[in-house]
């Protein structure tokens, strides 16, 4: 009944970042911070995890103050979290 869940996205917190990432081409680190309401060393594990397993890239633009953090999600990324979505969709349908 739970397969198809992916352990990566299922952490509510990534789950949430990859909503996100599923609406829009690309995504700002202030806009992420902001939308999910957590801290930046938060959201910086968050990222850097689904970075890791693939699901999302990063671009950074800068340094420092000045810097800029831009992600966007990948095809396995998109395959990844519409799998992981229908598995939650059947799950809950199958209650």
């Known amino acids: 009944m739970i397969d198809g869940l992916d352990p990566i996205i299922h952490v509510p917190k990534r789950l949430a970042a990859m909503a996100v990432l599923a609406n829009a081409p690309s995504v700002s680190f ?4 902001d939308h999910l309401q957590i801290s930046e060393s938060d959201l910086s594990k968050q990222m850097s995890a689904l970075e890791a397993a693939g699901y ?3 671009t950074k633009v800068g340094r420092g103050r000045g810097g800029s953090t831009t992600y966007r999600m990948t095809q396995a990324g998109q395959k990844a979290y519409e799998q992981h979505r229908s598995a939650l969709l059947a799950l809950i ?3």
């Not at 202030?30 to 911070?33: I, V, W």
């Open 30 to 33: 202030r806009f992420l911070k």
């Open 56 to 58: 999302v890239s990063s």
């Open 93 to 95: 349908h199958a209650t």
